[in-house]
């Protein structure tokens, strides 16, 4: 259990979350920012921003770090972790994570939403396989293919235009009769050269041997059914669903009053039905749904449980006091560098002045040596790429060393770490062991959070895990080989990668390796793999989707 009782607690880091904590902040009320993945939520996943107003153009990861960063500024504290259960009747509420408790005077909820599924026959089948829910994560797989885009909001219009920049037509497939979203966003995709549009229609079913290969379409005014079959030499194509979002508030149900559809009722100050709790953002019942009215939102409650508090403190006798961001914000916050931006420089473009700065902190906290070990293929750009990678990052602290050879000259050290794809660089602890931690590709985008928590996680104190989930890994008998697939434009990827090589440091029967898969198109083919992250088990099984450590562990357990 936390130490100190909170003025507010925010549930959930999108958009009404971090608008919510700048605005809580300024006011000088303690609080807390509770999210169980990356500052930002839904956000991350929109690869571009035009209607946000002052900003004329804007990623949907670089406008969320700007806001975490403005929260930062005004001593916010952030932690990792998920909530599972709520006490929310008291003067103090409670929030129930895993293995703690948190505890403050006023809770905000902004849990947001989870992309709605539709529910059609081979939907479930063919997730990962070409259907797919994030254009940004997903889209570079779909280069020279087919794609549909299935949804008529504004969602779907921005993600189909998104896009084209892979797939050789986009049709759009909407169940309405005309776009749900502005004119403007609607009549670009109507004029689009590559994007064909089929209103009333609906998909009926897909199919496919492995990988999506058909699928069924029906008229909502005729009846009529229509298909399409990926050409021979396509073999597969892309179906993207935007269909809205599913309100994240399961476990508020008989808690708070929700509306039929889960959605949390609020009055115009977000106020739910219980006193001291508010509610902002996309899991209110709302005539619009963007990142604007989510900070509008976030903002009115701020403002509200900052009275709120106020008047329960005078009322308990409470001396006010503002106490400083602590220690809760975690290693993970430190390690929110640029590297969130859909683009994958080079080392030596994202390592600037800044970042660097960022790092040193960041190391700082290592008290044990780290060898970054590489096997440099002089034919491959990328294994160079990385060698000047390491360097750059090694320069950064004492404890971080390397130990670079072309490939040929060190056969005992790629027998070590068993260097069989390019590029390539693993872990070696202050022993010079190899820690089972590999990472094949060069950790730009948003790996390079995952590569700087392994060295944290190996050379330093370490992340702190469920004493339950440790000796379950403990436990493993047999070698397991975990491949995480990834993109460096996926935001969900560096947890499954850090969850994975913790595995790997506490169990030397467990290997964890970092891919790249725009990097190896054989190893997309061969598993064929339309989506990340892509979890591989011991070169058989494929689990797709973000996995948690404690999820990992249970299906290599299994």
Request: some cysteine; aromatic content about 8%.
């Given at each position: 259990m936390t130490n100190r009782i909170y003025d507010l607690l925010i549930i959930g880091s999108g958009p009404a979350g971090l608008s919510a904590g700048i605005y809580a902040g300024r006011a000088k009320l303690n609080t807390l920012i509770i999210e169980k993945d990356l500052p930002g939520g839904q956000v991350r996943t929109t690869s571009e921003i035009v209607n946000y107003p002052g900003i004329q153009k804007i990623t949907g990861p670089e406008l969320m770090d700007e806001m975490h960063k403005q929260a930062l500024d005004f001593n916010i504290n952030f932690t990792n972790a998920e909530i599972?259960?709520?006490?929310?009747?008291?003067?103090?509420?409670?929030?129930?994570?895993?293995?703690?408790?948190?505890?403050?005077?006023?809770?905000?909820?902004?849990t947001g939403a989870t992309p709605r599924k539709l529910g059609f026959p081979g939907e479930e089948v063919f997730t990962g396989r070409g259907v797919a829910y994030c254009s940004t994560c997903d889209g570079e797989f779909f280069e020279g293919l087919d794609i549909f885009v299935v949804g008529a909001g504004f969602a779907a219009a921005e993600e189909a235009i998104f896009l084209t920049r892979f797939g050789k037509k986009v049709t759009v497939i909407a169940r309405e009769p005309e776009f749900t979203c502005a004119k403007?966003?609607?009549?670009?995709?109507?004029?689009?050269?590559?994007?064909?549009?089929?209103?009333?229609?609906?998909?009926?079913?897909?199919?496919?041997?492995?990988?999506?290969?058909?699928?069924?379409?029906?008229?909502?005014?005729?009846?009529?059914?229509?298909?399409?079959?990926?050409?021979?030499?396509?073999?597969?194509?892309?179906?993207f669903i935007f269909v809205g979002y599913q309100p994240a508030t399961d476990i508020f149900k008989d808690i708070i009053p929700l509306d039929a559809n889960g959605y949390i009722l609020t009055d115009e100050n977000m106020r739910t039905a219980l006193s001291g709790v508010y509610a902002a953002g996309d899991l209110r019942p709302k005539a619009?749904?963007?990142?604007?009215?989510?900070?509008?939102?976030?903002?009115?409650?701020?403002?509200?449980?900052?009275?709120?508090?106020?008047?329960?403190?005078?009322?308990?006798?409470?001396?006010?006091?503002?106490l400083e961001a602590s220690s809760l914000s975690t290693i993970k916050d430190a390690a929110q560098f640029k590297s969130s931006s859909v683009s994958t420089p080079a080392a030596n473009e994202f390592l600037t002045p800044d970042i660097k700065e960022q790092l040193r902190t960041v190391f700082a906290k290592?008290?044990?040596?780290?060898?970054?070990?590489?096997?440099?293929?002089?034919?491959?750009?990328?294994?160079?790429e990385l060698k000047d990678f390491i360097i750059s990052i090694s320069d950064l602290n004492?404890?971080?060393?390397?130990?670079?050879?072309?490939?040929?000259?060190?056969?005992?050290?790629?027998?070590?770490?068993?260097?069989?794809?390019f590029p390539v660089v693993a872990l070696l602890d202050s022993e010079n062991y190899y820690s089972g931690v590999k990472f094949h590709g060069v950790?730009?985008?948003?790996?390079?959070?995952?590569?700087?928590?392994?060295?944290?996680?190996?050379?330093?104190?370490?992340?702190?895990?469920?004493?339950t989930i440790g000796e379950g890994i403990l436990k493993i008998d047999k070698p397991v080989n975990i491949k995480v697939c990834v993109s460096l434009s996926c935001h969900f990827c560096p947890d499954v990668v850090v969850s994975a090589q913790r595995l790997a440091m506490l169990n030397p029967n467990v290997e964890a390796e970092m891919i790249d898969l725009a990097l190896f198109?054989?190893?997309?083919?061969?598993?064929?793999?339309?989506?990340?992250?892509?979890?591989?088990?011991?070169?058989?099984?494929v689990h797709f989707g973000a996995k948690k450590i404690d999820e990992i562990l249970e299906i290599i357990s299994a």
């Amino acid at each position: 259990m936390t130490n100190r009782i909170y003025d507010l607690l925010i549930i959930g880091s999108g958009p009404a979350g971090l608008s919510a904590g700048i605005y809580a902040g300024r006011a000088k009320l303690n609080t807390l920012i509770i999210e169980k993945d990356l500052p930002g939520g839904q956000v991350r996943t929109t690869s571009e921003i035009v209607n946000y107003p002052g900003i004329q153009k804007i990623t949907g990861p670089e406008l969320m770090d700007e806001m975490h960063k403005q929260a930062l500024d005004f001593n916010i504290n952030f932690t990792n972790a998920e909530i599972e259960k709520v006490d929310l009747t008291g003067t103090v509420k409670k929030l129930y994570a895993k293995d703690e408790v948190f505890e403050g005077y006023s809770v905000l909820i902004a849990t947001g939403a989870t992309p709605r599924k539709l529910g059609f026959p081979g939907e479930e089948v063919f997730t990962g396989r070409g259907v797919a829910y994030c254009s940004t994560c997903d889209g570079e797989f779909f280069e020279g293919l087919d794609i549909f885009v299935v949804g008529a909001g504004f969602a779907a219009a921005e993600e189909a235009i998104f896009l084209t920049r892979f797939g050789k037509k986009v049709t759009v497939i909407a169940r309405e009769p005309e776009f749900t979203c502005a004119k403007t966003i609607a009549d670009k995709v109507l004029s689009h050269p590559k994007i064909e549009v089929k209103f009333n229609t609906e998909v009926v079913e897909v199919f496919g041997d492995q990988m999506l290969q058909s699928a069924k379409f029906r008229s909502n005014i005729t009846g009529e059914t229509f298909e399409y079959h990926a050409s021979p030499e396509d073999q597969t194509f892309g179906l993207f669903i935007f269909v809205g979002y599913q309100p994240a508030t399961d476990i508020f149900k008989d808690i708070i009053p929700l509306d039929a559809n889960g959605y949390i009722l609020t009055d115009e100050n977000m106020r739910t039905a219980l006193s001291g709790v508010y509610a902002a953002g996309d899991l209110r019942p709302k005539a619009l749904r963007q990142i604007v009215t989510a900070i509008a939102d976030g903002a009115i409650a701020a403002i509200d449980a900052e009275k709120y508090v106020a008047d329960e403190k005078a009322r308990l006798g409470i001396e006010e006091t503002f106490l400083e961001a602590s220690s809760l914000s975690t290693i993970k916050d430190a390690a929110q560098f640029k590297s969130s931006s859909v683009s994958t420089p080079a080392a030596n473009e994202f390592l600037t002045p800044d970042i660097k700065e960022q790092l040193r902190t960041v190391f700082a906290k290592l008290d044990k040596e780290v060898t970054l070990a590489t096997i440099v293929d002089p034919e491959n750009p990328k294994s160079i790429e990385l060698k000047d990678f390491i360097i750059s990052i090694s320069d950064l602290n004492d404890y971080i060393t390397t130990e670079i050879y072309n490939l040929g000259e060190n056969p005992d050290l790629e027998i070590l770490f068993h260097a069989d794809k390019f590029p390539v660089v693993a872990l070696l602890d202050s022993e010079n062991y190899y820690s089972g931690v590999k990472f094949h590709g060069v950790p730009g985008g948003h790996e390079l959070n995952s590569f700087v928590l392994a060295l944290y996680n190996l050379g330093g104190p370490g992340q702190a895990l469920d004493p339950t989930i440790g000796e379950g890994i403990l436990k493993i008998d047999k070698p397991v080989n975990i491949k995480v697939c990834v993109s460096l434009s996926c935001h969900f990827c560096p947890d499954v990668v850090v969850s994975a090589q913790r595995l790997a440091m506490l169990n030397p029967n467990v290997e964890a390796e970092m891919i790249d898969l725009a990097l190896f198109p054989d190893i997309k083919k061969q598993y064929k793999l339309m989506s990340v992250p892509a979890l591989i088990i011991n070169d058989t099984e494929v689990h797709f989707g973000a996995k948690k450590i404690d999820e990992i562990l249970e299906i290599i357990s299994a």
